[in-house]
């Protein structure tokens, strides 16, 4: 069955429409145009760690790796190893190599832990900002009657 582009689009502007009404949504997309600033600033240097590694590589094995012809394949095999893909088509055959893999294997993997934690910190300062984000009424019933006896406690 084809569908047709207009059905399409009006699909997606009902999706937006309901992203415009719905507060989580709202809040998530808040979130992560405020956070925007610290990602771009990791992609960028998750950019000049991928061009070390990918020139150490290129260094450790083009005389001995026929797998190794130019500097782009050492650029490919760090993209490939710091985002924790392994395609297997680039292996290093050295012992500086494969020393030189194991490091930025592990340093690729803080850099994808490294957008988890920014986010959810700027989740968590949204929250302490604007109070508590509840799913229904009920639960905010709740969250303000639990509130106001911990403000009566003196301690």
């Known amino acids: 069955a084809v569908v047709s582009t207009q059905s399409t689009g009006a ?11 719905n507060k989580r949504l709202l809040l998530i997309a808040y979130v992560m145009s405020h956070s925007l600033g610290e990602l771009s600033l990791l992609i960028i240097v998750w950019a000049m760690c991928i061009t070390v590694a990918g020139s150490a590589f290129y260094y450790c094995e083009v005389d ?33 190599g494969k020393g030189f893999s194991t490091v930025f294997f592990y340093i690729g993997m803080v ?28 639960d905010n019933k709740i969250n303000r009657l639990y509130n106001s006896k911990k403000k009566d406690r003196h301690f």
Do not use: C
Request: glycine fraction near 8%; hydrophobic fraction near 45%; avoid cysteine.
């Open 64 to 96: 001995v790796n026929p797998k190794v012809d130019s500097g782009v394949d050492g650029l490919w095999w760090a993209v490939v190893t710091m985002s924790t893909v392994g395609y297997g088509d680039i292996v290093p055959v050295t012992f500086i």
């Open 11 to 21: 699909r997606v502007v009902r999706v937006l429409k309901l992203i415009k009404k």
């Open 111 to 138: 850099f994808l832990a490294l957008p988890l934690t920014i986010i959810v910190g700027a989740f968590s300062k949204q929250y302490e900002n604007k109070g508590t984000w509840t799913l229904n009424q009920r």
